[in-house]
């Protein structure tokens, strides 16, 4: 047997995500129509003897009890969310619930980041860890070398595969090839962490301070029971013939900030073509709206036949647009209401808003800026003939006269 363990973080981490995660864990964020989570929960199901799919975080049961209900049912494999009591590191986690997760006792484990976006290969990751054999095996990818630095950046033996270097964020250029926070692992690796854990409760207990021990300050003061997958586990079990890597030539993103969703939304829409096309819009223009390219509607939403309509779109429940409505690039959420003539561009339409005739949301659409996209928090409105470019606008406000660049707090 086998099981899953997406790692969902909690609302302390996802400040980035502001003003899209002030309503919402940003785990159940919508990309091209699905929440975050429910993209690496789904290539679980490929999976060969799956037998359960954990979410561990520390949000409120609540915020996921809906979710995991439904979930479970759709793919018929039981989805529990643990809560942890407070944070216990990407490593700490899965130890503190190991019970629960041996409970079937399976012989492997797969841990996911709940915030990257790729294609998943996780049946090809098992088929490849088990020929290496070893006590994990992680998805790689190589990136810019400007960008890696952003990652967790290693080597990796060119024939064997084996890690032999990794270095978590680094400030001096090691490598390409990065961590996509993507692994699969046996049952060893719970000693692993119990060996990070014990160690430091150790160290904790020696008074003489040497100077290595103030170099290890940082590490020193975190609590025992906290402990991070990649600086903890990885960096000192790399060289040591327990772990490797699966390269993906697939896309790969990490989604961070409302501009990157917006990116990870576009590249899971084309994803669909292959997977999933029943999710896929199809427009005639007479009937239907006019679709270009990949588009999500959610069969709630009404939208006007003269509307037109991608590529990079995707509408949630009960969205109404209106006559003449142009969207492209952009998420809109739940009980939105686009009016006639409107346009939208390079952005992200938050819950209950409401944008007016002949108005015009929009950005340049650099993913990576922090006013790339243009932002409506939850229930904003913008009124008829209003243009706003390149700005963030906070959930209530009421925007009666045109903006660009700007923050409305
Ligand atoms: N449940 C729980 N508890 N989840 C956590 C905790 C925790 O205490 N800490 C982090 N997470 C979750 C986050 O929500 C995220 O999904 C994942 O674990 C990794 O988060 P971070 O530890 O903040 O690392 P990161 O995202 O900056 O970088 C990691 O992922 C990159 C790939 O996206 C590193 O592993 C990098 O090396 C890697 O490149």
Not at 284 to 309: E, F, L, M, W
Request: glycine letters at 6%; aromatic letters at 8%; a negative charge.
């Amino acid at each position: 047997k086998v099981v899953a363990v997406i790692m969902v973080g909690g609302p302390t981490k996802g400040t980035r995500f502001r003003p899209l995660s002030f309503n919402t864990p940003k785990p159940l964020f919508p990309l091209a129509g699905q929440a975050m989570v429910h993209h690496p929960i789904s290539a679980c199901k490929k999976i060969p003897n799956l037998a359960q799919i954990f979410l561990i975080g520390f949000y409120e049961e609540r915020e996921f009890a809906l979710y995991v209900s439904s979930i479970s049912n759709e793919l018929r494999v039981p989805v529990r969310y643990l809560k942890e009591d407070k944070p216990h590191g990407s490593a700490g986690g899965i130890y503190y619930f190991r019970d629960l997760i041996m409970e079937d006792s399976p012989s492997h484990i797969f841990l996911l980041n709940c915030d990257v976006c790729c294609s998943f290969p996780l049946p090809d990751m098992l088929e490849a860890h088990i020929k290496y054999g070893g006590m994990g095996t992680m998805l790689v990818i190589k990136v810019s070398a400007e960008s890696a630095n952003e990652f967790g950046e290693l080597v990796a033996d060119p024939v064997t595969k084996e890690l032999l270097h990794y270095t978590e964020k680094p400030e001096t250029f090691v490598s390409d090839l990065i961590n996509c926070g993507v692994y699969v692992f046996t049952p060893d690796v719970f000693n692993a962490i119990e060996d990070v854990s014990s160690h430091r409760e150790g160290r904790a207990n020696l008074r003489r301070v040497s100077s290595f021990e103030a170099l290890q300050s940082a590490t020193r003061n975190l609590p025992t029971d906290f402990v991070r997958l990649d600086q903890d586990i990885l960096s000192p079990l790399a060289g040591k013939k327990q772990l490797y890597t699966y390269e993906t030539m697939d896309f790969w993103e990490q989604i961070k900030t409302p501009g990157m969703s917006l990116k990870c939304s576009s590249l899971y829409l084309s994803q669909f073509r292959f997977t999933s096309s029943h999710l896929l819009a199809s427009g005639d223009g007479i009937k239907n709206a006019t679709i270009v390219g990949d588009v999500y509607i959610h069969p709630s939403a009404k939208v006007h036949p003269s509307a037109k309509i991608g590529p990079n779109v995707s509408l949630s429940a009960n969205v109404r647009i209106g006559a003449g409505v142009r969207l492209i690039s952009c998420i809109v959420l739940d009980d939105v209401e686009i009016k006639e003539n409107a346009v939208v561009i390079h952005s992200i339409v938050g819950w209950k808003s409401s944008i007016g005739r002949w108005s015009r949301v929009q950005a340049e659409g650099d993913y990576n800026a922090k006013l790339g996209i243009t932002i409506l928090g939850e229930a904003v409105t913008v009124e008829d003939e209003v243009v706003v470019i390149n700005s963030i606008v906070l959930p209530n406000k009421t925007l009666n006269v045109s903006v660009q660049e700007e923050i409305i707090l």
